[in-house]
């Protein structure tokens, strides 16, 4: 016999370790409320903080930045760049490598994320290789 499927409440106490090197605040998922479609949860990056690049596996990705100021490098090679100010809305398409990161010194940052994936870690796939690659290319020249 299936379980009841039902609305479900929940007051976000718990975080978890991401594989891309962030901390997320425990939202709506499969592992939380046996979502089917979506993964929704809180980021909140730190002062200066970067996360692994990285992509999601055929599934996209919905983010508004509720306070602050990040940014972002993307594409097949890493080179390209944008930046989210507080009340943007982002759009990363499946299968994007992206790389996110805080450029304040000072100041943290904080978004809502919505993934199409209902498994918190499951699409995420690190990219060692191109992060090597841009690593490289950020290291001023001799």
């Known amino acids: 016999m299936e379980p009841t499927r039902t609305c479900r409440l929940i007051r976000s106490s718990r ?3 991401g594989k891309q090197g962030f901390d997320y605040a425990e939202a709506i998922s499969k592992e939380s409320v046996d979502s089917q479609g979506i ?8 002062p ?7 992509l999601h596996q055929a599934h996209e990705t919905a983010i508004y930045m509720l ?6 490098w993307y594409g097949e090679k890493l080179d390209q760049h944008m930046e989210v100010e507080e009340g943007d809305f982002l759009y990363i398409p499946a299968g994007m490598p992206h790389l996110p990161y805080n450029p304040s010194d000072t100041e943290s940052c904080t978004a809502l994320l919505a993934r199409t994936d209902p498994n918190e ?12 690659l841009w690593l490289k290319q950020q290291a001023p020249a001799d």
């Open 15 to 17: 975080t978890y370790h």
């Open 39 to 46: 993964c929704m949860h809180l980021l909140t990056i730190p």
């Open 48 to 54: 200066g903080q970067r996360a692994k690049a990285h």
């Open 67 to 72: 306070k602050g100021r990040s940014a972002m």
């Open 121 to 132: 870690q499951e699409s995420v796939l690190l990219l060692p290789e191109l992060e090597a």
